[in-house]
């Protein structure tokens, strides 16, 4: 396959993206939560990387039932990390050095701590407020039945019951009600929320939950046996997921992006089966739709080449550019998931074991190959903060500190997402391994985190951050949206191997490390080694 781009370029096309989970980057002031404040004091650390663009994780006021993903005012910033006025240097910081900042809209639901919320529920029933949410009589003889069998994603009912007997629907958990987008004042107060930040300078938006805006209207049943199946299928007309009237809706936000200087862009957090993402990267739509095959790939030559191949091919036709995502906050850190057997349920492992399933020595290494397999291609990068220093999960946190609503509403069954949200460690030394002046730290860390600190990664040359970093600069040199890419044969079956623009790139598989001696022109290496041999389980780039 050759690829050769006629595409328009913008910022975004090529772009290096770093993605900040606020809550555990960097603390400011001391009470162990990462803010806005421990961010702007890294911001050169941004720099040194050659990041283009930081997409923060939601920043607004929220009671962090989901990780602010439960948004009470969306023109506010939460005040544990931080005001608007320091939402405002950080956007005038970032562009002082050349980074973009793209926010995170949550426009699938509220907190239940909205004002809207709050007005429906101490509403009487029938009101006109509560037709900005799904609230709904419930079936059976006294409506004590959910009004459909829908499952929140997050474990249990969809459906939780008011006391006046109504139920309101929540994809998620019970503290984040869904908005109904049929509605008209829910449409006109999301046009004036974007107005708010893009006018604030903001470059772009990820769009939470991008695939769930519009329900069945008429509220059926699901298939629950076969919706599992279904959903990651080619499922039409599912009553809750990825349907058409979605879409409207994101080219009326395109127009208001469109109508700013600058050029502005909406990126879909949509989990939607890879060959109806097109749908929603349309002319006049979203520029860009996560690809998250990567988070889920095993190691494995075929899924890495498939999944490659599948995304270039499918964005061939259109004006969007690939998408790669190794890891972000909602699933187990890469160098930990490689280290698993490849059939691991690795959602469940950390509760069922056992722990010696895992080869974490091979998983960090696997990750930093699958570092330079990724920022070789051609689309944008994502790097989730924490991934250029190679962190592994901290799938062991003690049950009792867990925060993530997913272990609660799983009944314990899993852990949940906390693993890969533990605090950065940036000094070598300390109680929080500089994540804060004070010690404190939200979720604990593991003991001698400082190993893998910034601190202790900057003085060590073959460090996984001096590989990102390495990367990062020689992937903005050589390889551009422009430029194409072609796979490269002549290598052994379990080689992956591929050229873009300047850049060749391979990455051993197999179990036998293969002669380098025919290439001379050697840029990287993901081992620490200077042999003239690739090792199992490694990447090298050369020209
Ligand atoms: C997205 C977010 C996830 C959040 C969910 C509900 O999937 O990435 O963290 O829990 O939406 O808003
Ligand atoms: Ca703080």
Redesign the pocket.
């Known amino acids: 396959m050759e690829n050769t781009r006629e595409k328009a370029q913008s910022w975004w096309s090529h772009a290096t993206v770093y993605q900040v989970y606020i809550r555990s980057f960097a603390d400011g002031n001391g009470d162990g939560i990462g803010d806005i404040e421990g961010l702007l004091s890294r911001m050169d650390y941004l720099v040194d990387l050659g990041v283009d663009a930081i997409w923060i994780?939601p920043w607004y006021e929220s009671p962090l039932a989901?990780?602010g993903?439960?948004v009470s005012d969306y023109r506010a910033i939460e005040s544990r990390y931080g005001t608007l006025a320091h939402a405002e240097e950080l956007i005038g910081q970032a562009h002082d050095r050349g980074i973009k900042v793209i926010a995170d809209l949550?426009p699938?639901?509220t907190s239940e701590k909205h004002a809207w919320f709050r007005e429906a529920t101490s509403s009487n029933v029938g009101h006109q407020s509560r037709d900005r949410y799904h609230i709904r009589d419930g079936k059976g003889l006294d409506g004590e039945l959910p009004p459909t069998n829908w499952e929140s994603?997050?474990g249990g009912p969809a459906w939780t019951r008011l006391d006046d007997g109504q139920w309101y629907l929540h994809?998620?958990?019970p503290e984040?009600p869904d908005l109904n987008w049929n509605n008209a004042e829910v449409k006109e107060e999301f046009a004036s929320i974007l107005r708010f930040w893009l006018d604030r300078g903001i470059d772009g938006f990820r769009i939470?939950?991008a695939h769930g805006l519009i329900k069945d209207e008429t509220f059926p049943d699901i298939d629950l046996a076969s919706a599992k199946l279904l959903e990651s299928s080619q499922m039409e007309n599912h009553p809750h997921w990825d349907r058409d009237e979605i879409l409207p809706i994101v080219a009326s936000w395109r127009k208001i992006l469109d109508d700013y200087d600058g050029e502005r862009m909406l990126v879909a957090?949509a989990?939607v089966h890879p060959t109806r993402v097109g749908r929603y990267l349309q002319p006049g739509l979203y520029q860009q739709s996560f690809n998250f095959d990567f988070l889920e790939a095993s190691w494995d030559r075929e899924v890495f080449h498939t999944s490659i191949q599948k995304s270039i091919e499918a964005m061939a036709p259109l004006e969007a550019d690939s998408t790669w995502v190794l890891s972000?906050?909602?699933v187990m850190r890469e160098s930990t998931r490689y280290g698993l057997p490849p059939e691991t349920d690795w959602r469940a492992w950390p509760m069922e074991g056992p722990s010696s399933l895992l080869d974490a020595e091979l998983g960090s290494q696997r990750a930093r190959a699958a570092a330079l397999c990724m920022l070789g291609l051609p689309g944008s990068c994502y790097i989730y903060q924490g991934q250029e220093l190679g962190l592994p999960e901290v799938w062991d946190l003690p049950e009792d500190v867990l925060d993530d609503?997913v272990w609660e509403r799983s009944g314990g069954k899993l852990k949940g997402?906390d693993g890969c949200r533990v605090p950065l460690p940036w000094k070598q030394d300390g109680a929080s391994a500089g994540f804060s002046e004070s010690g404190e730290r939200w979720l604990p860390q593991p003991e001698h985190w400082g190993v893998l600190s910034v601190e202790a990664q900057q003085k060590d040359a073959a460090s996984t951050l001096n590989l990102y970093k390495q990367a990062v600069a020689l992937r903005k040199k050589f390889c551009g949206a422009d430029k194409a890419f072609t796979w490269l044969e002549g290598f052994p079956d379990e080689v992956l191997a591929y050229k873009h623009g300047d850049l060749s790139c391979l990455v051993n598989f197999g179990s036998s490390p293969l002669p380098l001696d025919a290439i001379d022109n050697v840029l990287l290496k993901s081992d620490r080694t200077h042999t003239a041999e690739l090792a199992p389980d490694t990447a090298v780039w050369f020209l």
Do not use: I, T
């Open positions: 994780n989901d990780g993903y439960d949550v699938n639901h994603v997050f994809l998620f958990a984040q939470d939950v957090e989990w972000n906050h909602d609503p997402r």
